[in-house]
């Protein structure tokens, strides 16, 4: 499928280019936030990209150059509104982060990737960014937590006084020092990003596809249904803690002062 022809306006992109899917989100008006047309396009890609044999390789990327992704749309959740549409929910955010494939799949991070941005690339397989992108899940300064994996993920992923760090202050870290966390594979001029993404994926696409999924179930512990016992724990600590953080007043008033662009003020209840 090719959506060259799709108006802009789709909240998500899918071309093909060659044995390689291209996944753009299309919000860049919103930083490329996502909301439930979003979750539903991709969702829906991905499982496209599972089940043709001719797609080897998943590439995702932002449009424009304000961010890759800036999470969940804040401004949708503040009006009451869900970002995960009702039955697409064992996919998660984006209908990506909990949407475990065969194929590889590689973030082009072409721009800050913040909040469930930055749980995006913990659920890709690669990363290629921009030197000018950063990588944080400020969720605590906003009264959330980071339900699409991001807290689990982000502890198994970095040393762990790093995720520590990140996870209770909020604070972002540099393309640079992503890379040297070995939190992604590659840095480079934004304006070279999805080429140089594109092309790692060509060479994994000209390797032996079922040897290359089997590598990737055995090293994610990842069983032919899509399953991950190992992440089972952390889904499910993930859930429970969600839940209670969403119905806080704390949760409330986070998305309200960022709505409204003001500091918030914490009650802790």
Known sequence: MSDTTTATAAPALIERRGNVMLITLNRPQAR?????????????????AEHDPDVRVVVLTGAGDRAFCAGADLK???????????????????GYVAHAISKPTIAAVNGPALGGGTELV??????????????GLPEATRGLIA???????????????????????GDP????????????????????VVATALALAEK?????????QAHKRIALHQRADGSRPAEEPGWAMTTDELTAIASSEDAREGTRAFAEKRTPVWQGK
């Not at 913990?122 to 990588?135: I, K, T, W």
């Not at 339900?147 to 995720?163: I, M, N």
């Not at 994994?204 to 290359?212: D, F, K, M, R, T």
């Open 32 to 48: 490329n936030a996502v909301n439930a047309e979003m979750c539903i396009r991709v969702g829906d890609a991905l499982e496209e």
């Open 76 to 94: 949708a959740l503040s009006r009451g509104e869900s970002v995960i549409p009702e039955g697409r929910e064992k996919w998660g955010l984006a």
């Open 122 to 135: 913990l659920a890709s397989d690669l990363a290629v960014a921009a030197d000018s992108a950063s990588f």
């Open 147 to 169: 339900g699409a994996g991001g807290a689990f993920r982000l502890a198994a992923a970095l040393p762990k006084a790093v995720a520590m760090e990140l996870l209770l202050t």
């Open 173 to 192: 870290i540099s393309a640079q020092q992503a890379l040297e966390y070995h939190l992604i594979n590659r840095v480079v001029p934004a304006a070279d």
């Open 204 to 212: 994994i696409a000209g390797n032996a596809p079922l040897a290359v």
